[in-house]
């Protein structure tokens, strides 16, 4: 699998409308290594931005960090990279725990990347919450358009087309540690901040 294909909606639709995506290719497998079960919905709305929905089927859940930007990497994490100007190497890097703490950053690599924070006032949208009954947790995630336009400094517009990207499930320091990918990651030395390896996500008018 290369490709997600999704929609722009007017508003926010049911969620239930928007196409799921498995996130099913695991890496670096090592011992006690799981494979949790998690899924990705990812859709755009006119004249707003971005939103992902992101449920993984995890136990136990890490959930140590509180703070925006702390490693949450190292807890159960759920991540959204998304490069989404044509013809421009920067993508963004959005990584979220299941407080809610999530950890953002700007750059063309895995090496100089640079905290959202100190690039600009507009912040992301971010939620979790944790489903003990049904051993879960999910996240969800908001990319203001005007965030985008502020790190690339153009006046973006989401709109149908392509844009490239990846969704992955981590949790470095789980008794259950794992690290998967919708898009097939290729290198251990650069992990998640391959860009080459992001895959195709395309937006169709709904």
């Not at 600009?120 to 336009?149: G, H, M, Y």
């Amino acid at each position: 699998m290369n490709s997600y294909q999704t929609f722009i909606f007017d508003s926010v639709p049911k969620i239930c409308s928007v196409p799921q995506a498995h996130i099913e290719n695991f890496h670096w497998e090592k011992e006690n290594y799981s494979r949790p079960e998690t899924y990705v919905r990812f859709f755009a709305v006119k004249d707003e931005g971005f939103y992902a929905f992101l449920r993984s089927f995890e136990s136990p859940v890490l959930k140590r960090y509180t703070h925006r930007d702390d490693p949450v990497y190292t807890d159960s994490c759920l991540e959204v990279f998304l490069a989404p100007v044509s013809g421009r190497d920067e993508y963004i890097n959005f990584e979220i725990n299941p407080n809610g703490a999530f950890l953002s950053q700007f750059g063309k690599e895995r090496n100089n990347r640079v905290f959202i924070k100190e690039l600009t006032d507009i912040e992301p949208v971010v939620s979790a919450q944790v489903d003990e009954e049904n051993k879960s947790w999910q996240a969800a995630l908001f990319i203001p358009q005007s965030l985008i336009s502020e790190l690339y400094n153009i006046d973006y517009r989401v709109s149908s087309g392509e844009i490239r990207g990846n969704f992955y499930k981590c949790a470095d320091d789980s008794p259950t540690p794992h690290y998967g990918a919708l898009f097939p990651v290729d290198s251990e030395a650069l992990g998640f901040h391959n860009p080459a390896a992001f895959g195709r996500i395309i937006i169709d008018e709904r």
